[in-house]
């Protein structure tokens, strides 16, 4: 039997990139070549064209920026749906180990009162606390936020966001409303006051806002912050602009230092920590509950160890001080945590220069502000520095008014350090510092006060004379 003739599919040519080597397509060359195939004439090339452009616009830009990971879902539909996952993912975070607790102390029969419900309720408050609400109790009020929570549920939103957000206007409303809206529910079904709603929908507002905000402008194609804000960040004189940005360098160099101090605390007073686990006897599961509250209140005691490297130092109940300069402790509850503590033998002598070392983190953010200033007249380097230690100091004292508060009764209503205090100080010390590099390193400025100190001599010089022929008449 004689063979068939064949015929072989026309291949798809290769294009030339500009670089000069060939650039394949794959699936989209194939599917353009299919559209053309079946379309003949003028017409049909014109359309194939369009539909290839539109397709091309649609991949480049409907998944990117106002893509997710919902699809078909509109924007603020989207960023509803990211606000609750975000609440529930980190409301379920805390809530797990406390009804690990709850089942394995269940056997217990003086908790044979306690369901799981009031476990749940004391989770929920928990989780509340961490946005700014008075966790109320019939023996005090805990008002100590545990910052641990606060960046966990920030955490949450972020991550949520960057999954299933949409990077506009309207997502990132949806979102954070959504976000407030599961705070005030829990609010209203946990604590029941006007107080603990209206705090409850606050903190939702900033930390939605944060966490929310931050993994919307995460998703891929999504503009940066600093395209958003360039119009408004452009308007501001150039002085306050590198300032600001200098004083959130010095203040994340700030809170680096006090981790690693913390760091040290910590390996320091191990074989007190080791004490403290000791005596209390733990199980496997309450020694994990026990960790994970610890890990929470670890970001207090950082901002602790700020306030120490400024001076004042800090409050651990009524009457007691932990500073540099001298250290008063007192009766102390049986948190593992609190054994890395200064003792009051590890006080004053050379640590009485502590504060120095805001001194020097204010040279190194002032450094890094003069090579990225232009030239000016010469007031503009000191009122950098002013910007510069202003942020910083306004942010170490927000840092401080977050970590304190009350953990209990009696001498616990006063935890933390005094914002009021350790702000103006971190401030003063940041200033010291910065000036010290500007004022050599700025020529305007080096003579300015050249020129000034001159005119201060001449008078001087000026005034001796006309004191002597004072003198000279009164003695004759």
């Known amino acids: 039997m004689p063979r068939l003739p064949t015929r072989r599919p026309a291949r798809v040519a290769a294009t030339s990139g500009p670089s000069g080597g060939t650039a394949r397509s794959g699936g989209t060359a194939r599917r353009s070549w299919s559209r053309r195939s079946e379309t003949s004439g003028p017409i049909g090339a014109l359309g194939a064209r369009v539909q290839d452009g ?13 893509g997710s990971a ?58 509340l606390l961490a946005h700014g609400v008075p966790l109320v109790t019939s023996g005090a009020t805990v008002t100590l936020v545990p910052l641990g929570l606060s960046a966990l549920a920030v955490f949450s939103c972020y991550a949520s966001a960057r999954r299933s957000g949409r990077a506009t206007r309207s997502g990132f409303l949806g979102a954070v409303g959504a976000y407030a809206a599961f705070a005030v529910v829990v609010a209203v079904v946990v604590d029941r006051t006007a107080q603990g709603i209206v705090l409850a929908l606050l903190g939702a507002v900033v930390v939605g806002a944060v966490g929310l905000g931050a993994g919307l402008l995460a998703r891929p194609g999504a503009p940066s912050l600093r395209e958003i804000t360039r119009a408004g960040w452009e308007r501001v004189p150039a002085p306050a602009r590198i300032g600001a940005a200098g004083g959130l360098l010095s203040l994340a160099l700030l809170v680096l230092l006090s981790s690693l101090l913390v760091v040290a605390w910590v390996l320091g007073g191990r074989a007190t920590i080791s004490d403290i686990l000791a005596g209390l006897g733990l199980d496997p599961v309450g020694g994990v509950v026990l960790g994970l509250a610890e890990v929470t209140l670890a970001p207090n005691l950082v901002v602790w160890g700020l306030s120490w490297l400024t001076g004042p130092g800090f409050a651990v109940g009524t009457g007691s001080v932990f500073s540099p300069a001298h250290v008063v402790a007192g009766p102390l509850p ?47 380097a000191p009122a950098t520095a002013a910007v510069l230690a202003g942020t910083a100091g306004v942010g170490v004292a927000g840092l401080v008014v977050l970590a304190g508060g009350a953990a209990g009764p009696g001498r616990m209503l006063d935890v933390g ?32 006060v050249s020129r000034v100190l001159r005119r201060v001599v001449r008078s001087a010089q000026g ?14």
């Open 54 to 66: 539109w397709g091309s616009v649609r991949d480049s830009w409907g998944t990117r920026w106002t």
């Open 334 to 380: 049986a948190l593992p945590l609190l054994g890395a503590l200064p003792q009051p033998d590890s006080a004053g002598g050379l640590l009485r220069w502590t504060p120095v070392v805001l001194v020097l983190v204010g040279a190194v953010g002032a450094l890094w502000t003069v090579r990225r200033r232009e030239a000016g007249p010469w007031w503009h």
């Open 417 to 448: 350090a005094q914002a009021w205090v350790v702000g103006p100080m971190a401030t003063g010390e940041l200033l010291l510092g910065a000036l010290l590099v500007m004022l050599p390193a700025d020529g305007p400025l080096r003579g300015e």
């Open 463 to 476: 005034l001796a004379p006309e004191r002597r022929v004072r003198r000279e008449s009164i003695d004759d």
């Open 70 to 127: 919902i699809d078909g879902a509109p924007r603020w539909a989207a960023g509803v749906i990211a606000g609750i996952q975000a609440a529930l993912l980190s409301l379920l975070v805390v809530v797990a180990p406390v009804l690990a607790t709850y089942v394995a102390t269940s056997a217990d029969p003086t908790n044979a009162d306690v369901g799981w419900q009031r476990s749940v309720a004391l989770a929920s408050s928990f989780w």
